[in-house]
């Protein structure tokens, strides 16, 4: 009900086996020196995914989809200091998939660690009034297409980065009790 940055998500990798893990939500890149790096990795700008060198490796050889039936958004209210949380959903309260990219980190004592990020894109026009981004929400159309493990080329994937149909999407306010990662209850998705 309730997962930040840090913890583990659930995610399918392109890794020819198609069977879902459990990734560190944070992308550490093989080649980082510091795992530290996560906390800056939780999101991956769409639009420059295949250029940055900490997700340009990852776009082309390790994607994954990260699985979920819903997320949070923070939105800031005039006036207010505190941000009204929402939660995201499909309309139909099916679970649904991010695009993500993941990688495998090899740590000096030996342990290997495998991380995740969620691509971010323009948001619709539901998101637009929460948020001026939102996750890449992948149509199960594309699922196929995202897992290849063959290497892709940006001009293949880069048509799937985009903005999810507003009108398969519901948002409603949830209670604060959702901003401690401590809080992982049914509470956390009721409406406020």
Avoid at 74 to 88: Q, R, S
């Amino acid at each position: 009900f309730n997962i930040a940055p840090s913890q583990p998500v659930l995610a399918i990798p392109n890794d020819g086996k198609n069977k879902a893990d459990f990734f560190l939500w944070g992308l550490i890149p093989s080649w980082a020196k510091d795992p530290g790096i996560a906390n800056k990795l939780i999101n991956a700008r769409g639009e420059t995914v295949a250029e940055k060198p900490s997700f340009r490796g990852s776009f082309k050889y390790k994607r994954c989809l990260i699985l979920t039936d819903g997320f949070y958004e923070w939105k800031a209210g005039e006036g207010v200091k505190t941000k009204t949380p929402y939660f995201i959903h499909m309309k139909d309260r099916q679970p649904f998939a991010f695009a993500g990219l993941w990688d495998e980190w090899h740590s000096p004592d030996g342990n290997t660690l495998r991380t995740c990020t969620i691509i971010t894109t323009e948001p619709n026009e539901l998101m637009s009034t929460l948020h001026n981004r939102m996750p890449v929400i992948l149509d199960k159309q594309d699922y196929g297409a995202w897992l290849d493990a063959a290497p892709q080329t940006p001009e293949r994937l880069m048509p799937l980065i985009q903005p999810f149909p507003a009108d398969r999407m519901s948002a409603h306010p949830v209670s604060t009790f959702v901003n401690s990662p401590g809080n992982d209850r049914p509470e956390c998705i009721l409406p406020a």
